[in-house]
């Protein structure tokens, strides 16, 4: 999948949460080569973007830019 993944927003929740990568891939249920890979918008799985979103409290399609 050849996303456009809006990563700044990402960045921001993990900064307002005070979390660290390891920490918010814990909560997602994700590992931390996923997340990496998703935020080099690299290609990932959706039900990864997904995981994200759920934890965000936020629509998929917010994730996108």
């Not at 949460?17 to 080099?40: A, D, E, G, R």
């Amino acid at each position: 999948m050849n996303n456009a993944v809006n990563i700044k927003i990402i960045d921001n929740y993990i900064k307002e949460n005070k979390l660290n990568k390891t920490k918010f891939c814990k909560l997602c249920k994700i590992s931390v080569y996923t997340f990496n890979k998703i935020m080099t918008n690299d290609n990932c799985q959706l039900i990864a973007l997904f995981k994200i979103a759920k934890t965000m409290s936020i629509q998929i399609w917010e994730l996108f830019a």
